[in-house]
């Protein structure tokens, strides 16, 4: 890498103005309470989301374990109730989709050549809310009985008639806390990625990565309204005594079920168009290879994203909405298989006749693309009406989702982690126990999900807490639980992998994999300020471009001399002033101070939020007692930010 | 939390290059050209859009569905109601007289029409605020019917939008007051009233769908 950078010290740089992430003296727990900086707010999504997962997947090992054979009873049906409840709520929103924001946070700024996110205490702010809302849904399990009407809370399951207790409260208001979060976090990174590319790098240059989550950002904007909506009248429902969803006085439960799919299938792209993206950045690196159709990639990411407000009533074919709403969803279901299979094939065209050098990163995404094909395929049986009508809630559709999130989504992740791992830490994963956890994963999670075609098939009905012997499904079951184990122990070695690699793995060289992007031009893990001189993008593949131009066909490119040298002297830097070697006048990369504003919101919002759950257990008046007090918080909070000096 | 800036120089080089050099730019470069800020305002009335597209589609669902009275017809006062949403349309000409005045440096001005809007923006809710009243006189609660819970829930919300608009309007007048808001800093008063023109459009859809349009 001849191209790294003419000292900074050479461009008559200086740097001003402590206190900085690498001051010792800025190294406590506060200092992560008030960070704004993306990369440790990465982290720290990083973190809590793969808590969450752990969690989540102790959850499934329970559900497994209580499956094992016929009438057992581990648990009750009650319990059994709340485990499929909070394993799917936990799953979905406080591990896949805040490890996706893990990424964005963390690669998005480093990939188009920004310093930050647009919002850095807006971010800090989403962080915060999001754990608050995980941590109050988790509460439930200790305060008086977690949810258990299902991650999609059918009405009117949810009123107070038919859950009187305190479980569907927590879970309506930790979404909706939890959907707070993810709206600014989508309003954030929506700014970032529009408004804050480096010089030259226009939409068709945006790194793949980059552009799934710009469509991600835009589905989360337009889809979280809905069930905002959904949860809000609930909670009318369930505290002001309102009717939107009760049968005697006219309500219609089904309008919960559109409310809640017009959200929920756009959800399910944006758990798997980021899980796209990071695939799309591996393979072209370990193929040696671009990205065969950079264009058609990105047309297909945003038919997917249209196509997703356009599918959500194929969750209700059960309902019998009739044949012509019936045929139109189905129609536009299949169809939606059209620009995921172009994705599909650009992934094969981008390997065909590279140099394949099949690393950990490139093994979990060849193996993402496999298991996530087995997926779509019995999505689109399910497509079809009447073929749905068979496996609607039944095993097979269980089998499905697990192949899609994953088959799909986690495994896309889990190559994200080994694939961008060394940019973080510093270090390299070990590759043997990489290799070992790819290949003990893909094996138990097919001996899990497998069968369960065939249970589902065979008539087992999912979300049910047992099964009879007659059923002749015992093996079967006996199978997936054995599965389950192995993928347990599977994670278990990614998750020792990370802890010693963190302390004993190899040091990571700034561009380990010959990286295509941007990220891979700054030291690993990146100064505080990620890029001491903004880039200059003059291609696709960036990076790729300023070292190799001649494989780009591109006309040599003089490269932007980046970060290195004296820049990391300069990691403390709160302030960094720095001139170019052919202007004299200064510029000034001015930095957020740390703020504990997000944080006063984010508590604003939950004291609101607590006060309606304790209403249960101490009356009415906790109500607007806690309503004026977290207000009081979230409006203080909000002043306190905006007058502080940026 | 705000540190003093204590200047260490790591590199000293020749002269130390001017410290005075501006700490923030005002409207700092960016791809498109916009302000973050601006941006981001747009993307969250996108979303903001969603949400009230929602509410209305829910009132539509439900509406002629109650089982029980008061219905609509029986309670609605249109030209009581139409008075009131003129007032609002009207807060959305003194918002952009405000923001002409902002651009062309007229402090005293802003001030005025800021506050004219803000004025106008709390008529609009006095006259909700008496409508519920008077509603609930009749006999109308958010629990009584279809008609009450969804009636109540979508004129509330835009009620609260309202409410958060004329709170931050009354925010940029004591700013102005405090002598902090002057010409550069336009785009604050253009982002407020970005807002504040998407809740009036709202009105205008919620007024025709919800009383306008017969049963």
């Known amino acids: 890498m001849a191209v790294v950078s003419a000292p900074l010290s050479h461009a008559g740089g200086m740097v001003v103005a402590p206190p900085s992430l690498a001051d010792p003296a800025y190294q406590g727990l506060w200092s992560w309470v008030t960070t704004v900086d993306h990369k440790r707010i990465g982290i720290l999504y990083g973190v809590s989301a793969g808590a969450f997962f752990v969690l989540g997947g102790l959850e499934a090992l329970v559900i497994r374990l209580q499956l094992w054979q016929p009438d057992n009873t581990l648990v009750s049906a009650q319990m059994f109730n709340s485990l499929f ?76 008639t038919y859950s009187p207790g305190p479980g569907i409260d927590f879970w309506m208001l930790g979404l909706q806390v939890l959907g707070v979060a993810s709206l600014a976090g989508a309003l954030n990174f929506f700014v970032t990625i529009v408004n804050m590319r480096a010089p030259g790098l226009s939409f068709m240059r945006l790194p793949i990565f980059c552009w799934m989550s710009l469509i991600t950002m835009i589905l989360l904007l337009l889809a979280f309204p809905s069930i905002t909506v959904g949860l809000l009248l609930l909670m009318f429902d369930r505290f002001f005594n309102t009717n939107f969803y009760s049968v005697p006085h006219g309500g219609d439960p089904i309008l919960w079920q559109h409310l809640f799919w017009v959200f929920g299938h756009p959800e399910v792209y944006i758990l798997i168009l980021p899980a796209m993206g990071i695939v799309s950045e591996i393979i072209p690196v370990f193929s040696r290879k671009p990205l065969f159709g950079y264009a058609v990639m990105v047309y297909s990411g945003i038919a997917i994203a249209f196509l997703a407000f356009g599918v959500w009533a194929h969750h209700m074919f059960a309902v019998g909405l009739g044949p012509i709403a019936d045929a139109v969803f189905a129609s536009s279901t299949m169809l939606i298989a059209v620009p995921t299979g172009v994705k599909i094939f650009n ?162 060289s700034d ?5 295509a992007t941007l990220e891979w031009s700054i030291p690993s893990p990146p100064p505080t300020y990620n890029f001491a001189r ?64 997000p944080f006063v919101c984010s508590a604003g919002l939950a004291t609101m939020a607590v006060g309606l759950l304790l209403s249960d257990s101490f009356g009415e008046m906790t109500i607007p007692i806690f309503a004026i007090l977290g207000l009081v918080l979230l409006i203080g909070g909000i002043y306190g930010w905006s007058y502080e000096p940026a | 939390m705000t540190h003093t800036a204590v200047p260490v120089i790591v590199d000293s080089g020749a002269a130390p290059p001017a410290l005075e050099a501006p700490l923030e730019l005002e409207h700092p470069h960016t791809s498109t050209g916009q302000d973050n800020r601006k941006l981001l305002m747009w993307a969250f009335l996108a979303s903001d859009c969603m949400f009230f597209g929602t509410l209305i589609a829910t009132y539509m669902v439900y509406k002629n569905r109650s089982l029980t009275g008061p219905y609509p017809r029986e309670i609605f006062d249109v030209p009581y109601t139409s008075v009131s949403a003129f007032v609002l349309l009207l807060s959305s000409l003194t918002m952009v007289l405000a923001l002409s005045s902002i651009q062309r440096g007229e402090e005293r001005k802003l001030r005025i029409w800021l506050g004219a809007t803000a004025l106008l923006g709390c008529v609009f809710l006095a006259g909700q605020f008496y409508e519920f009243t008077t509603f609930y006189r009749e006999g109308l609660t958010l629990s009584t019917n279809l008609f009450g819970s969804t009636f109540f829930t979508l004129t509330g919300f835009h009620g609260t939008h309202v409410f958060i608009g004329v709170f931050w309007l009354a925010s940029l007048v004591v700013h102005s007051f405090r002598g902090k808001l002057h010409r550069e800093h336009s785009l604050l008063v253009e982002i407020a009233g970005l807002y504040w023109h998407f809740v009036d459009i709202v009105w205008i859809l919620i007024f025709t769908l919800v009383y306008l349009i017969p049963d």
């Open chain 1, 534 to 597: 903004i880039p200059t993008v003059h291609s696709r593949d960036a990076w790729w471009g300023m070292k190799h131009p001649e494989r780009l066909h591109l006309d040599p490119i003089e490269p932007t001399p980046l970060a290195g040298g004296p820049a990391h002297s300069t990691e403390t830097a709160h302030t960094v002033v720095q001139t170019a070697p052919h202007d004299t006048t200064p510029s000034v990369i001015h930095f957020p101070s740390p703020s504990y504003w």
């Open chain 1, 85 to 160: 409840t909070m394993h799917a709520t936990t799953m979905i929103f406080l591990a896949i989709m805040p490890l996706g924001l893990m990424f964005f946070n963390y690669i998005i700024p480093l990939q188009i050549g920004a310093r930050d996110v647009a919002f850095p205490r807006l971010n800090a702010f989403s962080y915060w809310t999001f754990i608050l809302g995980g941590i109050m849904l988790n509460l439930s399990f200790l305060l008086g009985g977690a949810p258990d009407a299902g991650w999609f809370g059918y009405a009117n399951l949810t009123t107070r």
């Open chain 1, 347 to 508: 992934w094969i065209g981008t390997m065909f006749k590279g140099s394949v050098a099949f690393k950990t990163p490139m093994l979990f995404a060849v193996g993402f693309i496999s298991m996530f094909i087995i997926g779509g395929v019995t999505g689109i049986m399910h497509a079809s009406p009447p073929a749905d009508l068979i496996q609607h809630d039944t095993y097979f559709i269980v089998a499905h989702i697990h192949y899609v999130l994953i088959g799909g989504s986690i495994m896309a992740l889990l190559a994200g982690v080994y694939y961008w791992f060394p940019k973080m830490s510093g270090r390299m994963l070990n590759e043997t126990l990489g290799k070992w956890n790819f290949w003990t994963f893909i094996i138990f999670f097919n001996v899990t999900f497998m069968p369960m075609h065939w249970t589902g098939l065979l008539g087992m009905p999912r979300r049910v807490y047992t099964y009879g012997a007659e059923l002749g499904v015992t093996t079967l079951n006996q199978i997936s639980t054995i599965g389950a184990i192995g993928l347990a122990f599977s994670v278990l070695l990614f998750v020792v992998n990370v802890f010693t690699s963190l302390r004993y793995g190899e040091i990571a």
């Open chain 1, 511 to 515: 561009d380990p994999w010959d990286g």
